[in-house]
């Protein structure tokens, strides 16, 4: 199975983006330089290869770089390759991935649309576990107190909040990044 890897910049730093014939695979959320966002995309996925990426990967980096920039952009068409993952995680990436631009929901949405609210910390597991951070956008999903909850890509929740305010899809009256002050509450 040809592997592959492609390191951009953006917005907030150098991204990446994994790929199988099959779809995305893994993406990497900015680390201080491009290699490093490298060592952390071959850590995962220590067969693929640095290539020329396919038509769909550099259309899905365009659309990062816009997000970055504020646009208002659709990353839910883009294919993912989730071969490997629980049967779990898949529901679980696959109704994230579908959160529109700016909105939110909390674990336990998710846990209600998979069937069962007891699942909500199942959920949170699953998108801890997260590989395609930004186009499954889990930084999108908040607790259902409105604080941020966690985060597991670099930076930590900084990189949420960072995120969110870049989409300006505040949850609460928390400070964002920048200082900035929400320009209204949303619950997703």
Same mark, same amino acid.
């Given at each position: 199975m040809v592997q592959g890897l492609y390191i951009f910049d953006t917005a907030i730093g150098p991204c990446g983006l994994a790929w199988s014939e099959h779809g995305l695979?893994? /993406? /990497? !959320?900015p680390e201080p330089t491009a290699e490093a966002t490298l060592v952390r995309l071959k850590r995962r996925r220590p067969h693929a290869e640095v290539r020329d990426p396919p038509a769909f990967i550099l259309q899905a980096a365009g659309r990062i770089r816009a997000l970055t920039r504020g646009e208002a952009v659709d990353l839910s068409d883009i294919p993912l +390759? @989730? +071969?490997?993952?629980?049967? !779990?995680? =898949? @529901?679980?990436w696959n109704i994230t991935h579908a959160i529109p631009f700016g909105q939110t929901l909390t674990y336990g949405d998710i846990a209600r649309r998979l069937g069962d609210v007891s699942l909500s910390r199942a959920v949170g597991q699953a998108l801890g576990a997260n590989p *395609?951070? *930004?186009i499954v956008p889990c930084h999108r999903v908040v607790a259902a107190d409105g604080k941020t909850g966690g985060f597991s890509a670099p930076g930590g929740v900084s990189t949420k909040l960072k995120l969110r305010n870049?989409? =300006?899809? /505040?949850?609460s009256r928390e400070p964002l990044l920048f200082g900035d002050l929400p320009l209204e509450v949303r619950r997703g």
């Open positions: 695979t893994g /993406a /990497a !959320l +390759d @989730q +071969d490997g993952c629980s049967e !779990l995680e =898949r @529901q679980v *395609i951070p *930004i870049i989409e =300006r899809a /505040a949850t």
